[in-house]
């Protein structure tokens, strides 16, 4: 019922900016809570940022805390990543996916998932 699409993933130098976006389908977006999530090659999945339905919870790896923004435009049907003072370790690919329930921080609260964005930042 969901299709989710990233895009705004390239090429960035150490110490630069990235805006991830996430486009959904549907009339339903405002009513799911949404994550975006990352793997790099022979690494698990992993949390990177989790945002509530209206926008007014989030949630944050700590290892990303502080750099990364996680925000939502419901109007648009759209969740984004502002990925700022990027480092070599945020090599990876970007997932975002809609949550229906559970921990933010696991891969089994979500449902849909998008086809992934490559993220790749240069030392």
């Known amino acids: 019922q969901v299709q989710l699409v990233e895009s705004g993933g390239g090429l960035v130098q150490a110490g630069g900016s990235l805006r991830l976006s996430c486009a959904a389908s549907?009339?339903?977006?405002?009513?799911?809570?949404m994550g975006w999530f990352r793997q790099a090659p022979g690494k698990e999945r992993e949390f990177v940022a989790g945002?509530?339905?209206?926008?007014?919870?989030?949630y944050y790896a700590d290892s990303v805390k502080g750099r990364f923004t996680i925000s939502r435009d419901n109007a648009k049907n759209t969740v984004y990543l502002q990925m700022n003072s990027l480092k070599p370790e945020d090599t990876a690919v970007y997932y975002c996916?809609?949550?229906?329930?559970?921990?933010?921080?696991?891969?089994?609260?979500?449902?849909?998932w998008g086809q992934g964005t490559q993220v790749t930042v240069s030392a």
């Open positions: 549907g009339r339903t977006f405002s009513s799911y809570a």
């Open positions: 945002i509530s339905r209206s926008g007014g919870w989030t």
């Open positions: 996916a809609q949550n229906i329930g559970g921990s933010y921080y696991s891969v089994h609260a979500y449902n849909y």
